[in-house]
């Protein structure tokens, strides 16, 4: 039982590079969600999707983009990295929005 | 602006003993808390929650209490475990939220020596 799979686990891109995080979910769950943890803060949500082909703006926005063409995937994309980018990203998916969320492992991304 | 917040950043407590893990939150809206449980290079763990309906829940050795007057609430473990050592976030949610949106707290690191 995969859960929430995140890839890659770690990548070092240079200012101005663009990449994809990918998330996957085995467990048919509609909601998924894209969050950010720096140090010595909370988790804090990118974005979110409430369905395969919506999504919506979170808490920190800017700079990313996503895209979820598949219920099981939610994409997170970065089209410009900016070493304030550096982070540790972490996707999460629950079958109802009463229900707790699962994490993947996070995805650590250095911009130099 | 930090709805929710864990004002200790660690806590230290003796194997066998009580751990009580404490947040705090400013959003009279919030109706649904949750308390996760993270290890170094691993993703968040969902642990226990409580509707605010209730003002306790328990799970084995883990109970939320929920004081919703002093808009605040504490995890506490009994007994504690070696294996219980890591960072501890607490979340919460907004009544009539159609997104499911969490808010987190900083979290705290819990250590607990034999």
């Known amino acids: 039982n995969a859960g929430v799979t995140q890839t890659p686990k770690f990548r070092v891109l240079k200012t101005g590079q663009s990449m994809t995080l990918l998330c996957a979910q085995d467990?048919?769950?509609?909601?998924m969600y894209w969050y950010r943890q720096d140090p010595g803060m909370g988790l804090r949500l990118i974005h979110y999707?409430?369905?395969?082909?919506?999504?919506a703006k979170g808490e920190v926005p800017d700079g990313y983009n996503v895209s979820r063409l598949k219920k099981q995937n939610f994409l997170l994309g970065l089209e410009s990295a900016a070493p304030s980018q550096t982070s540790v990203y972490f996707c999460?998916?629950?079958?109802?929005?009463?229900?707790?969320?699962?994490f993947g492992d996070g995805t650590r991304l250095s911009i130099l | 602006d930090q709805q929710v917040k864990q004002n200790s950043p660690s806590l230290s407590v003796q194997e066998g003993r009580i751990s009580i893990l404490n947040c705090d939150y400013t959003?009279?809206?919030?109706?649904?808390f949750l308390w996760y449980k993270k290890y170094p290079a691993e993703g968040p763990t969902f642990l226990i929650s409580?509707?605010?309906?209730?003002d306790k829940n328990e799970d084995g050795r883990f109970t939320v209490f929920l004081n919703k007057s002093a808009k605040h609430l504490s995890l506490h473990i009994v007994p504690s475990q070696p294996g219980d050592s890591a960072v501890y976030f607490c979340?919460?949610?907004?009544?009539?939220?159609?997104?499911?949106?969490?808010?987190f707290g900083r979290g705290t690191q819990l250590t607990v020596w034999p």
């Open positions: 467990m048919n769950h509609e909601y």
């Open positions: 959003n009279s809206m919030f109706d649904y």
């Open positions: 409580i509707s605010s309906i209730k």
């Open positions: 979340a919460a949610r907004a009544r009539g939220s159609t997104l499911g949106r969490l808010y």
């Open positions: 999707s409430v369905g395969e082909g919506t999504t």
């Open positions: 999460a998916s629950s079958w109802a929005i009463n229900q707790p969320q699962h």
